[in-house]
């Protein structure tokens, strides 16, 4: 079943992981990725339903243009990329034993992945707060290998986020 969960940032959720393997489909006419890097959508909570989509749909969903890039990054990129969005874009709240996640600054500069199987243990201090166990392909993460990425180009250059430094020339 569908799980028509919109809390992007705390949790798994079966519309984000939609738009995650859509990306990953795609970008494997050109070679293929490890994982992808989007945001949440500009609606917010809209979420994708169980059964045909439309292309309604998809602009309901994502209603500004972007085009997607495939950007190789070292394994120390992608890590750093997280720490600071766990820095500069989530804070956590535990409530009866069970932490909450929540959004802070920019929503759209927030990097959610999908392909990577990692957590946030935000009651570490910055800069070790990823924990990355490798990716959902199966191949294992290393900081020093490189990787594919499927990166939606709102996020490529973003002053706001992780992938400052990277542009589509890259």
Known sequence: TWDNNA????????TMDF?????????????????????VTPAGTYTISAGDISQKDVYKFYQCSNT???LPMKGSDIRAILEENASEHLTARVL????????KGDVYANVLTGGLNFT????????SRVIISGFSNGKSFDDN????VAVITYLVGNENCGLRKF???D
């Open 7 to 14: 809390d992007y940032f705390a949790s798994q959720t079966d």
């Open 68 to 70: 997607l890039a495939i």
């Open 19 to 39: 738009v995650s393997r859509a990306m990953l489909d795609i970008t494997s006419e050109h070679g293929g990725t490890d994982m992808s890097m989007s945001t």
């Open 120 to 127: 946030y243990d935000m009651s570490q201090p910055d800069g």
């Open 145 to 148: 290998s490189t990787y594919n």
């Open 167 to 169: 542009s589509e020339d």
């Open 96 to 103: 009866d034993g069970k932490a909450y996640y929540y959004s």
